[in-house]
């Protein structure tokens, strides 16, 4: 399984746009990158997935250089509850999920 | 209304006692799995099930017991051989994977358990 590395924790200010990036140096042909993100004293919750180039949701974009080491989530615009834990993950179809720390997400008013 | 639940959401239970945590799907997903959360830790993967009558060991399992004799439910089984047992318990469930399609998993609340 391809290890991830991502910063412990950031701060933003409200309305800023927050960038997250994930190393993953070891990943395979076959990996794919998912990113997920947890409030306190609940679930896990899927916010985006992709192979390579961008991919775009109501919630996220999701950027993966074609080298593929690496990926970062954008957040446009966050706000006070944006605060959370985002978890990188990568990993193949069928193979189990690998979760780290996470980086712990702080948005300031 | 479609998702995984859990209950309890909050457990207390005495030293030597097991203790039994539910998680119901009603996505109509093959696969389940159970993770433990410990504080400011990521998520550890305890046992999963890729279809009925089958699971399969985490990387934590000593201290559980799972079962799965029905397709959209995954009780664990906390026994009074799990050393460390206070954690945060999440259940998540997937359609089960295969190359080019889409294994997202979705998880339940949580359950909460604390051992006195």
């Known amino acids: 399984l391809a290890k991830t590395t991502q910063p412990i924790s950031m701060d933003s200010y409200e309305g800023q746009e927050v960038n997250i990036t994930c190393s993953h140096n070891n990943i395979a042909t076959n990996d794919y990158i998912t990113w997920y993100q947890q409030f306190p004293s609940q679930g896990p919750r899927f916010i985006i997935q992709?192979?390579?180039t961008k991919v775009t949701n109501e919630v996220a974009s999701l950027f993966i250089p074609a080298d593929r080491k690496s990926s970062t989530l954008s957040l446009p615009r966050v706000s006070l509850s944006d605060t959370a834990v985002y978890y990188c993950?990568?990993?193949?179809?069928?193979?189990?999920?690998?979760f780290g720390p996470g980086t712990r997400l702080s948005v300031l008013p | 209304d479609g998702g995984i639940t859990q209950s309890p959401k909050y457990l207390f239970r005495k030293e030597g006692q097991n203790v039994t945590l539910s998680c119901e799907q009603n996505l109509n997903h093959d696969a389940m799995y159970w993770y433990r959360q410990d504080p400011g830790q990521g998520l550890r993967l305890i046992y999963y099930?890729?279809?009925?009558?089958?699971?399969q060991k985490g990387d934590i399992a000593e201290g559980y017991s799972v079962s799965r004799e029905k397709k959209e439910s995954f009780p664990l089984t906390v026994t009074s051989a799990q050393k460390n047992p206070t954690a945060f318990y999440l259940c998540?469930?997937?359609?089960?994977?295969?190359?080019?399609?889409?294994?997202?998993?979705?998880f339940g609340p949580g359950t909460r358990l604390t051992v006195l």
């Open positions: 992709g192979y390579k």
């Open positions: 099930s890729q279809i009925v009558n089958d699971f």
């Open positions: 998540a469930s997937s359609i089960k994977g295969t190359s080019g399609s889409t294994d997202t998993q979705y």
């Open positions: 993950l990568v990993r193949n179809y069928g193979q189990n999920f690998v």
